[in-house]
């Protein structure tokens, strides 16, 4: 469960809410939210926000993190090849943890309002599934968006209303 922990435990820094106007998130009461950039820097190449719903031991229990990468002028992306390469990485990180990390094939889905493409993993440890996670994406004007979370397998179900309650807060353009 290392390697869980870990996962589950990647850190970030706070930034003020006029510097994420592109990319607004309302976060449920309760949640512990870390914002990066440091400061107000609205042109940032990579803003984020990530959120943790802590359980009532202490533990992580939901972690969801919004990103917002800027474009290079005149660069053309395609949010399929993003996704399939985000999984790839997914399922490489997890495979270096000793996990292994079944992802299913990139579907439809709206982030914030804009169309994009999501894929859900199982992640395993010695055969018992112990974590899912979703990875979804989607581009803007000049940028791209990433929305990834993931919550223990045994309280996934009962923490779907939580997950659709953020992605519902999420304003993207």
């Given at each position: ?114 169309a994009g493409l999501e894929v859900h993993c199982g992640i395993s440890q010695n055969g018992t599934e112990v974590l899912k996670q979703a990875v979804q994406v989607a581009l803007g ?33």
């Open positions: 469960m290392s390697g869980l922990r870990s996962w589950l435990l990647f850190g970030a820094l706070l930034v003020p809410l006029p510097a994420l106007a592109e990319m607004q998130v309302i976060w449920p009461q309760g949640w512990e939210v870390a914002r990066s950039p440091v400061g107000t820097v609205v042109d940032a190449p990579v803003v984020r926000q990530r959120g943790v719903r802590m359980a009532e031991d202490g533990s992580q229990e939901l972690v969801m993190e919004v990103t917002r990468s800027r474009l290079g002028s005149g660069v053309v992306i395609s949010v399929e090849n993003v996704i399939v390469e985000m999984r790839k990485a997914l399922q490489k990180d997890f495979m270096r943890q000793g996990l292994q990390a079944a992802c299913s094939k990139p579907l439809d889905a709206k982030l914030g309002g804009l004007d000049g940028v791209a968006y990433s929305l990834t979370y993931a919550a223990p397998s045994q309280r996934y179900a009962a923490l779907a209303g939580e997950i659709e309650s953020v992605k519902a807060g999420i304003s993207l353009r």
